[in-house]
């Protein structure tokens, strides 16, 4: 059974700061993973996807990089802003045509002025 | 282009009732899966619909059930509401080829 852990659960940093957010994964049959954003009580924003051929993907001041041999995923924020704040989810789908996606917990992560 | 659209956005029920939560998928995704996220915790996956019919299913009982129209959106229905069932419900959209997963805002469910 695939199971996701994220660490740390929760993150507070000052505005600025260069940050990494850490996903593992217990099963390396993976087709794709994907970083999403939950600001509180509101839907999920996909912001990376990487696929399992793939070793990272960039937008903006983001960068998540995948390791499948090794079962992980760190998701980097560049120059944080206050804005930034909110819930940052890890998932990864299992099969293609299935693409059941299993998540982490979530790491809550505040950046303070 | 719309994305995912669910409503209602926020419904209030009485342990034992039933709840219908529909969802629309982003234009030209053929799939649609239901998540159930507790307070705090991530989502956890309901079940997932092709060509209208259900594809794979999670750990949830039988009360939740679901449909797929021809148009391909989506219910998911609850019976026999417990209180545990109170939770946020988001419905995403992908196309079964692979790829990734749109999300929509989610339905508030609580359960008094």
Not at chain 1, 20 to 43: E, H, M
Not at chain 1, 69 to 93: E, F, H, K, N
Not at chain 2, 24 to 51: C, M, R
Request: charged share 15%; hydrophobic share 30%; net charge neutral.
């Amino acid at each position: 059974k695939q199971e996701v852990t994220q660490i740390p659960a929760a993150l507070s940093v000052p505005e600025g700061e260069n940050l990494v957010l850490n996903c593992s994964f217990t099963d390396s049959a993976i087709y794709n993973l994907q970083w999403f954003r939950q600001d509180p009580g509101k839907g999920l924003t996909s912001l990376l996807l990487i696929q399992s051929s793939q070793r990272e993907q960039t937008s903006g001041r983001l960068n998540a990089s995948l390791d499948k041999s090794s079962g992980r995923s760190t998701l980097y924020i560049a120059a944080s802003q206050p804005g930034d704040s909110a819930t940052y989810l890890c998932a990864v789908s299992e099969l293609r045509g299935a693409q059941k996606l299993v998540f982490g917990q979530g790491t809550r992560l505040t950046i303070n002025p | 282009d719309a994305g995912v659209t669910q409503s209602p956005t926020h419904l209030i029920k009485t342990r034992g009732q039933q709840v219908t939560l529909r969802c629309s998928p982003k234009s030209g995704h053929d799939t649609v899966s239901w998540y159930q996220q507790a307070l705090g915790q991530g989502p956890q996956f309901i079940f997932q619909y092709y060509e209208e019919e259900e594809r794979q299913r999670g750990n949830f009982p039988d009360r939740f059930s679901g449909h797929q129209f021809p148009n391909y959106s989506s219910e998911l229905n609850v019976n026999a509401l417990l209180l545990g069932d109170s939770a946020l419900y988001l419905c995403a959209s992908s196309t079964w080829k692979g790829g990734g997963y749109t999300f929509g805002s989610g339905t508030r469910l609580t359960v008094v």
